[in-house]
């Protein structure tokens, strides 16, 4: 079950993998957010057969939706319409500044933040598969 993360920016995509088995994260690369978007997203899903997305959801410190949100949502009907897996919304706050914190800032910054995304991911989703 390979996972992909995403970390959506309006200028920059943050990309981000996880083992075969969905229990690790790994930063993958930045690309830009233009209109061949979809059409990479696509690729990338079906060349690494990943089963799941797991999208940055872009929220407040008081937990409302921030601007970016918005096209947030646009993609995911986009993608809903191209792609036939699960895509689940994860919270990203502070995930960028984590990342920083981390490497600093360079040309992967945002696939490492998407790394921090999908790992938040795998966690709550250990935690709550332990608790069933």
């Known amino acids: 079950m390979k996972l992909l ?4 920016g309006s200028k920059k995509i943050g990309l981000a993998v996880s083992d075969k088995t969905g229990s690790m994260a790994f930063p993958k690369e930045v690309i830009p957010n233009d209109g061949n978007l979809l059409s990479y997203i696509k690729s990338l899903v079906d060349k690494e057969g990943i ?16 601007k970016i949100q918005d096209k947030i949502n646009e993609f995911i009907v986009d993608l809903t319409l191209q792609m036939n897996i699960p895509i689940h919304l994860q919270d990203e706050r502070y995930s960028t500044q984590a990342a920083l914190q981390i490497q600093g800032r360079n040309n ?25």
């Open 5 to 8: 993360g995403i970390d959506f």
């Open 51 to 66: 089963s799941e997305i797991i999208i940055g959801q872009s929220i407040n410190h008081y937990g409302k939706n921030n």
């Open 108 to 132: 992967q910054t945002d696939a490492s933040a998407a790394a921090l995304i999908l790992d938040s991911f795998i966690i709550l989703r250990k935690n709550k598969f332990k608790e069933e």
